[in-house]
């Protein structure tokens, strides 16, 4: 077998293979040199031919969402990527385009042709705009509602990437960048097959319509600010449907009227969704410099930020803040403000808000409830804050007419609750003040503690409790904001004059000057009404005082209570009870006032009665009391009532002052000199007139009753005075020392000379005749005072049970008698009797009689009131004065025989001049007689000699109106 032979036959179905791949090859080569050419024709000429099904494709996408578009050209490139010029879009039936662009690039994938797939890979749009059809505008002008539209769209592994979208919307300048689902971009296009197209044209016209509208609604916002800028980017959602967004916005300056504008403004936005059913707007941020508000509000910064977790386009936030710093509103100045709102509870919304303010970083918090809906709220308020700069809030000025001086800066803590009415009504407040050191008024406090109410008629502090270094008081205040009546009370240990300010009455800083306290301050419960803007019409003041060891006046009292009411026409301090050591005192006074001048006192009436030593008790009645009894000595409290009245002058008159004194001094009283051993009277005063009656005394051991009235002169004149005293039985041994002009003669008086012929009579002591002798003086009489020539009246004086031989009154009458040799040692007197009149200066004796066993003397004479001159006739009986029976009668009979001795007695009485003669037919010539100068009758046995006042005493002063007797 040959070599040939030797190969293997291949199978034919092999060689028809290899047939097959030449031919493939060729093909190919073929279809290469084809497109070599195509590509030469392309390059020569820049385009290739639209495919119909892509131009269909296109008009078919832009009908399916009602809009009808007009290309002026479009070209294709080797790249893929179709250009289309000139667009123009409009709405079903309407002529003019609400889009017009110059030029649109849209890159398609290679395959895109051959798939007949229509979603390209990029879109790029330029410089397009967006305008509102004449038809469909608001103003009835075709208008531009966006221009200069540029972006760049993308499709990236199933996610349509936004690269760059430029935009001017009516002065807003626009950016916005981000991805979205191509699932969602497809999803937002499918049209609802079973809405009818011409349902579709109409929906789609109403919704443009309606974009429309809104951007030139949103003009007038947009051109409040200055150089607006909105940056917008998007992502797809973790869930892989749903967008997120976040939207920056800036503004160099803004002015959102109503008088509020501001600064650089800058806000952000979260959100998820892009239709109106899935948007959620879940934060947004906003921060805006110095913001003004009309000249009402300005802040340096302000910041806010709200938490939108609901659904949809108008959803109320779950959760607002807000911060500021340096604010200044409704005259507040702030340094921080900061606040939150939760609206989880819609409508019911829960927020608070804090102020931070000062070096001394004062705070004020509030939390509160508000039902949006029924429009109320319940707010709590806690503060570290000066409420005085609360009342400053513009909208509180004008509301309180009378805003405390107040100033609690040091520890101003202070908490409350607020509730609100249906319609943000106010409805009422609960309040609580802490304060530390704090001045109110003219009080300086070491700490402040109160609890009020307030509605919107009326105010109540039912607690209140305020603290000084010294004292702590409590109280309360109520006002009624209809009627502005207002009512304190205070109760507590307090120093009156501190609290002037809450009486506001000119009267009580007066009453109260006078009191020294030494210890504890006085207690007080005091109660005070009125109204605001009345002055003292409607009111009154009532108060109950205690004072314990203190001085008024200069007079120690131990304890003192008093009652004090206070009106507009007059002031009563009644139930005043004191005591000390030494004595009891109470009183009462009543102040009454003009009704026409509340300020012009027109009386005040008094009664007090007093046990007090005397210069006490009229310390405690003033300086002008003191005067009346500066002349009384007294060796014990007296017992002394007293009622009175004054009337103040008008048209420059003096006061009328009406008085009643009982006055009762059961031990030794002096009186300028008068020693009384007791005394005891009834005084009246009244216009014009003093009147004592009733008035009982003892003197020297007697016991003596008077009366006097004293007509008191105008100005210069010279005051009338009728006087009526008696006193019987007064010792005169004591009397010498009870009157003080008795006594001194004797001291002054020469020795007399010694008796020549006899010797003296066994001496008699001077204690024992001065301890027998018994003084009776009975006197009336009348003038003016300061001018005793103006006197005139009559009197007594009679003497018993003595030795008057050597008395006083008529020891002269001894001396004289001894001058010519006769020893009156066996010759006793033991009573006389000097009856006189008074007149004209002169006191006229016209019938002295002395007398004793053995003998008489009889007497008549001057004694002249203002020199003390004496002129006077005496005669002396011996043996005339025998009072035994049968022997008187015996010497009777004899007596007209008997010698007389007769003298005359003038000088004075430190001086007296005798002249004595024996004269023993004296019997039958009768005795000289001393011419009367008085003018004066001597009264005779049948006239009475009782006193005749000036003027009757009246029954009662004027009653002391409310405050009793």
């Known amino acids: 077998m040959s070599a040939r032979s030797q190969h293997p036959v291949r199978p034919w179905w092999k060689h028809l293979l290899g047939w097959i791949h030449v ?27 639209i495919p119909g099904f892509v131009t269909d494709k296109v008009e078919q996408a832009l009908a399916e969402q009602g809009y009808e578009v007009e290309i002026a050209s479009m070209k294709l490139d080797l790249r893929g990527i179709l250009l289309l010029r000139k667009i123009e879009v409009r709405l079903p039936g309407y002529h003019e385009p609400i889009a017009e662009a110059d ?24 410089r397009c705009n967006l305008f509102c059809p004449t038809v469909l505008s608001p103003t009835g002008a075709r208008e531009q509602v966006a221009q200069d539209i540029f972006t760049e769209v993308a499709i990236r592994n199933k996610r349509l990437d936004l690269d760059r979208l430029i935009l001017r919307l009516r002065g807003l300048d626009i950016r916005a960048d981000g991805s979205l689902p191509v699932a969602r971009i497809e999803k937002m296009m499918e049209s609802d097959e079973a809405v009818t197209p011409e349902e579709r044209d109409r929906r789609t016209a109403a919704a443009y319509a309606a974009f429309c509208r809104e951007v030139l609604k949103a003009n007038a916002w947009v051109e409040r600010f200055t150089d607006p800028r909105v940056q917008v980017r ?7 449907q749903d967008v997120r967004l976040a939207v920056d916005f800036q503004a160099e300056d803004f002015n959102l009227g109503q008088g509020i504008d501001g600064g650089r403004m800058t806000a952000q936005a979260e959100a998820t969704g892009l239709d109106a059913d899935s948007f959620r707007l879940r934060k947004a941020y906003a921060r805006m410099r110095n913001m003004a508000w009309e000249g009402k509000a300005k802040a340096g910064a302000v910041q806010l930020q709200a938490i939108i977790p609901k659904p949809g386009l108008h959803a109320l936030p779950q959760a607002c803040e807000l911060a500021a710093i340096n604010v200044e509103a409704v005259n507040l100045k702030v340094d921080t403000v900061t606040g939150s709102a939760d609206f989880a509870r819609s409508p019911l919304v829960e927020a608070s808000l804090h102020l931070l303010t000062g070096e001394d970083l004062h ?6 409830r508000v039902d949006m809906q029924k429009e109320t709220a319940d707010l709590a308020v806690r503060a570290w804050w000066d409420p005085m700069d609360l009342l400053k809030i513009s909208f509180l000025e004008g509301k309180f007419e009378h805003p405390p001086d107040l100033d609690c800066s040091k520890r101003p803590r202070w908490s409350g609750n607020v509730r609100l009415d249906e319609g943000f009504r106010f409805a009422s407040a609960e309040v609580e003040l802490d304060f530390g050191r704090t001045r109110y008024e003219k009080l300086e406090l070491t700490s402040a503690f109160a609890r009020a109410r307030v509605t919107p008629s009326q105010l109540d502090v039912y607690q209140a409790v305020l603290s000084t270094p010294r004292y702590t008081v409590e109280g309360s205040y109520s006002e009624n904001f209809d009627t502005k009546g207002y009512r304190f009370l205070l109760e507590g240990n307090v120093d009156p004059m501190e609290i002037s300010f809450l009486i506001d009455a000119d009267w009580w800083e007066p009453l109260w000057k006078d009191f020294d306290f030494h210890g504890t301050l006085p207690y007080s419960n005091i109660d005070i009404q009125g109204f605001y803007g009345r002055g003292d019409e409607g009111k009154t003041f009532f108060g109950y005082n205690k004072l314990v060891d203190l001085t008024y006046q200069g007079v120690d009292v131990d304890t003192f209570t008093a009652m004090l009411w206070r009106e507009p026409i007059r002031i009563i301090l009644y139930d005043m009870q004191g005591k000390n050591r030494e004595g009891a005192f109470n009183a009462a006074l009543q102040f009454c006032y003009s009704p026409d001048d509340g300020d012009q006192r027109t009386s005040l009436g008094f009664a007090a009665a007093s046990t007090l030593p005397l210069t006490q008790g009229a310390g405690l009645a003033g300086k002008e009391a003191l005067g009346y009894v500066k002349d009384f000595q007294t060796t014990s409290p007296p017992q002394v009532q007293v009622n009175g009245l004054t009337v103040d002058g008008k048209d420059g008159r003096e006061d009328q002052l009406y008085l009643k004194i009982i006055a009762r001094m059961d031990t030794q009283t002096i009186y300028d000199g008068f020693v009384f051993d007791h005394l005891a009277f009834r005084g009246f005063l009244k216009p014009g007139l003093l009147q004592l009656r009733g008035m009982t005394f003892g003197m020297a051991g007697g016991k003596g009753t008077g009366q006097a009235d004293v007509k008191l002169a105008e100005a210069d004149g010279a005051d009338e005075m009728a006087l009526g005293v008696s006193l019987k039985g007064a ?46 003086f009975d006197l009336n009489a009348q003038g003016k005072t300061g001018d005793v020539t103006s006197f005139r009246g009559h009197g007594n004086i009679g003497v018993r049970d003595a030795v008057l031989g050597q008395i006083h009154l008529f020891g002269g009458f001894s001396r004289a008698i001894q001058a010519v040799g006769l020893n009156l040692g066996t010759v006793d007197f033991t009573k006389g009797q000097a009856p006189f009149v008074v007149g004209k200066g002169y006191a006229h004796f016209s019938k002295v009689e002395i007398s004793g066993p053995t003998a008489r003397i009889d007497a008549n004479g001057n004694i002249n009131l203002d020199t003390n001159e004496l002129d006077f006739f005496l005669s002396l009986y011996p043996l005339g004065g025998i009072d035994v029976p049968v022997i008187s009668q015996i010497f009777s009979a004899i007596n007209p025989l008997t010698d007389v001795v007769e003298a005359q007695l003038q000088g004075t009485f430190s001086k007296p001049r005798w002249k004595v003669d024996f004269r023993p037919i004296g019997i039958f010539t009768g005795q000289k007689q001393v011419q009367n100068p008085t003018g004066q009758t001597p009264l005779t046995s049948d006239q009475s000699g009782l006193f005749n006042v000036l003027e009757e005493v009246p029954e009662e002063v004027p009653k002391l109106g409310g405050a009793g007797n």
């Open 234 to 240: 998007f992502e797809p959602a973790p869930d892989g």
């Open 363 to 368: 705070w004020l918090h509030v939390d509160g």
């Open 103 to 126: 030029l649109v690039l849209i890159e398609f994938p290679p395959w895109a042709v051959f798939e007949r797939h229509f979603l390209p890979d990029e879109v790029w749009l330029s």
């Open 23 to 49: 031919l493939f090859n060729l093909g190919l080569l073929a279809a290469l040199f084809a497109q070599g050419a195509l590509i030469y024709l392309l390059w020569e000429d820049g385009e290739l031919p």
């Open 731 to 776: 010792s005169y041994e004591q009397l010498q020392d009870a009157i003080p002009f008795l006594g001194e003669d004797e001291k002054d008086a020469p020795a007399p000379a010694p008796a020549p012929v006899q010797p003296p009579p066994p001496p008699v002591s001077k204690g024992k005749k001065e301890e027998l002798a018994k003084i009776d």
